[in-house]
DNA sequence: TTGTAAGCGTTATCAC
DNA sequence: GTGATAACGCTTACAA
C-alpha cells in the first residue's frame, strides 16, 4: 500500500534520514545524493504519509470544522468562507457535521483530536459550556454564534440586536408600527435574541404597539403557515418581520397567492440576505457569512501560530438591505430601486 | 498538551495495553480495573489521538474530497449530500479546494495520503489523466464529472446529452425551433458536452434551423451579456437555453428590463435547477448535486470495505421540470403550472 | 486477564 | 554531509 521513506532509502542507497531531508529541504545535502533520491522518488512514486508526519511534528495543517445541520445557504457561505481562507493559508479543513445532541457534537470534537491543530465551533443551538469539555483544552477553538459564557476563547458573534433594531426602525420609519415577527426555532441562539430584540425594540420605536410574535422554526413552511395565520385575524398588521429570509419568502408566496398587495398593504423583511432574497426584492438585513467564515479561519490561525490571541469576541453587524417588499408607499417615495443604509 | 495513554495508564497502575483494550472494548478485562481504567480516563480528560490510531491501524475514517472553486449553489449542495452520507457512515470529510491548474490540484491530492482512506474527486475542467498519476494507485477514489478516460475507478457522471435533448424537445414541441444556446466556459466537461449535445439535438428535432451558440461562462453576468447580444441582432429567436441556471436568470433579468414578454416572446430555460430557480419560475434541467455527493460517497464506502468494486460509470439523468419560462402559448395549454416529465 | 515490546511512517538529535 | 536511532501516541501479537 503506497512506498515508505524506507523503501526510496533503499533504493537510493542512503538513510531515511537523507531522504527526509532532501524532501522537506530541511538541510543541505549533497548535490549527486540529492538529486539520485529525487530520481528514486519519483520513480516510484513516492507519496510521503501526511499522517505520520504530523504525528512526528505535531502539526496537522488541519482544522477541524463543526457544523450543526445548517439551514440552506447558510451551510455553503460559511464553509465556503472558511475553505478559500483555509487554502490560502494552505490549511485543510476537517468538516464534521454535529446533529442535534450534545452527545454527538461532543463526540465529533474528539474525534478531531490529533487530526487538526485547531477547530471552528458552531453551535447556536447548543450548550457550548457543555461542548468545550469535550474539547482538550490545549487545542485552540473559535467559536462562531455559540451561547457564549465568555470562556476565553476568541469568539465571532452576530449583532442580532443591532440588527433587529435597525429592521424595526426602517419599518417604523417607512410608517409601519403594527408588525409581527416570525421568530426561529426556540432554543436557537439567533432565534432567540432576534425575537427578544424585536420585543425591545418595538417597545423602544412604536411604544404602545402591541408586540406580537409568531413561533416559527427557519423553514419556508412556517413563514407560509404565519402568513395564513395573520391574515385569518383581526388585529392590524402593516408590516411582518420574519426572523430569516426563508421564512420571509415563504410569507411572500403565501401573501402573493392570496393577493395581498405587497408592499402596499402589508410589507415584508427577513433577516441573512440569501442569494433568493435579491431575486425576490426581499428587504432583508445581510449577514456575510462567507466573510465570518473566512475570518474564523483567520483568528484561528493567529491564535495556533503565535502567543495565544486576546479572547475578544468580534461582532458582526449586518447591514440593512432595501428592498421592493418594503418600498415606502407612493405618496412618500424618496429614493428607489435597492438602497443600503 | 493533552494527555497520552500512558499517562492514564500509570495513574491506573496498569500497561498501556489494557487502557486500549478498554477504551476500544477489542478484548475483555476485569470489570474491577476496566472501572479504575475509566474512572482515571475521565479524570484526566483523556483523549485518544486520532491521528495515532489511524497510524497504527492504518484506518483513518476520513474520506478526502477534492472539490474545483464550484459555481454557487453546487459547491453547497454537492457537500451537504457528501457529509450526509459520510456522518451517516461516522466518517469525516477533509476538504480540499483545487484551485484552475493540475499543480496546485496534484499537490492538493498529495497531501491527503495517510489521512484519509478513500477520495472523491471532482474536476470538470481538468486533464484527469494527468491528475490521476498524482494519487497512489492504491487508495480507492470515485471521479465526479471528471474527463472519463475510463481508468478502473468507479465514476459518477451526468448524462447532459440526455439532458439536453429532453430540453431541446420540449422547446421544439412547444413550437419553439429558433433555439439560440448560452455555452459554459470552454474547457469545462459539462459546458462542452452540453453545447455539443445541443447541436446533435438541434440537428435531429429541428433539422434545417441554425445553430446557434453564444459563448458564456456560467455566470449571470455573461447570460445579461448573452441576452442583450440577441437583442441586438436580427436572427429570429423565440427560446433562449442556457448551459446553466445562472446565466438564464441572467438572461430573464435583461429580458424582463427590456420588455420583452416571457415567454411569450422568447422562452428561457435553464440547467442544474438550483434553488432560486423555483422562485423565479424557471423552466431547467434538474440535477440533484446532493444525491450525486451521498451516492460517491456510498460508493467510496463500499470500494473501501468490500472486495474492490467493479469500476462501473454511474449516470444521473437529469429531469425536466417545467415552470413558466417556457409555458405553453395561451391557445395550445393544455397544462398548468408546474410539471414534471 | 494482564504486560512487554514491536511496529505504523515520519522527523530530529546526535554522533561520525 | 550522512547515518543510526529515539521519539510521536497508539494497537496488537506474543508471552506470562
Redesign the pocket.
Known amino acids: 500500500?503506497?512506498h515508505?521513506?524506507?523503501d526510496v532509502a533503499r533504493e537510493a542507497?542512503?538513510?531515511?534520514?537523507?531522504?527526509?531531508?532532501v524532501?522537506?529541504g530541511?538541510?543541505?545535502?549533497?548535490p549527486?545524493?540529492?538529486a539520485r533520491i529525487m530520481a528514486v522518488a519519483e520513480r516510484l512514486g513516492?507519496?510521503?504519509?501526511a499522517?505520520?508526519?504530523s504525528?512526528?511534528?505535531?502539526r496537522t495543517h488541519a482544522i477541524g470544522v463543526v457544523l450543526p445541520d445548517l439551514h440552506g445557504e447558510f451551510f455553503s457561505e460559511l464553509v465556503r468562507g472558511m475553505d478559500r481562507e483555509a487554502s490560502r493559508r494552505g490549511l485543510q479543513l476537517l468538516l464534521s457535521n454535529m446533529h442535534a445532541d450534545v452527545e454527538q457534537a461532543s463526540h465529533a470534537l474528539r474525534a478531531m483530536r490529533?487530526r487538526v491543530d485547531g477547530l471552528v465551533i458552531m453551535a447556536p443551538h447548543l450548550d457550548s459550556v457543555t461542548l468545550l469539555k469535550a474539547l482538550p483544552r490545549t487545542t485552540p477553538a473559535v467559536l462562531i454564534n455559540c451561547r457564549a459564557e465568555d470562556d476565553g476563547h476568541p469568539a465571532l458573534r452576530l449583532d442580532n440586536a443591532a440588527g433587529v433594531e435597525a429592521m424595526v426602525r426602517h419599518l417604523v420609519d417607512s410608517g409601519r408600527c403594527d408588525i409581527v415577527h416570525i421568530a426561529g426555532p426556540e432554543g436557537n441562539l439567533d432565534a432567540d435574541e432576534r425575537a427578544a430584540a424585536f420585543s425591545a425594540a418595538m417597545a423602544r420605536l412604536a411604544p404602545g404597539r402591541e408586540i406580537q410574535i409568531i413561533p416559527g422554526d427557519f423553514s419556508e413552511e412556517a413563514g407560509e403557515a404565519a402568513a395564513h395565520q395573520i391574515l385569518a385575524r383581526a388585529r392590524p398588521v402593516d408590516a411582518i418581520f420574519a426572523a430569516n429570509d426563508m421564512m420571509a419568502i415563504g410569507c411572500l408566496m403565501a401573501l402573493r397567492e392570496a393577493g395581498i398587495d405587497v408592499p402596499g398593504r402589508i410589507a415584508v423583511a427577513g433577516f441573512d440576505d440569501v442569494p433568493v432574497a435579491r431575486y425576490l426584492a426581499l428587504t432583508t438585513m445581510r449577514v456575510r457569512m462567507a466573510e465570518i467564515g473566512a475570518q474564523a479561519i483567520a483568528r484561528l490561525a493567529a491564535s495556533m501560530d503565535q502567543r495565544p490571541t486576546e479572547a475578544s469576541v468580534a461582532l458582526h453587524t449586518p447591514e440593512l438591505i432595501v428592498r421592493a417588499t418594503t418600498a415606502l408607499p407612493r405618496n412618500q417615495t424618496n429614493s428607489a430601486g435597492e438602497r443600503n443604509t
Open positions: 500500500m503506497g515508505t521513506i524506507r542507497a542512503v538513510s531515511v534520514a537523507s531522504v527526509s531531508r524532501l522537506n530541511t538541510a543541505r545535502v549533497n549527486d545524493t540529492r513516492y507519496v510521503p504519509h499522517g505520520a508526519r504525528l512526528s511534528i505535531a490529533g
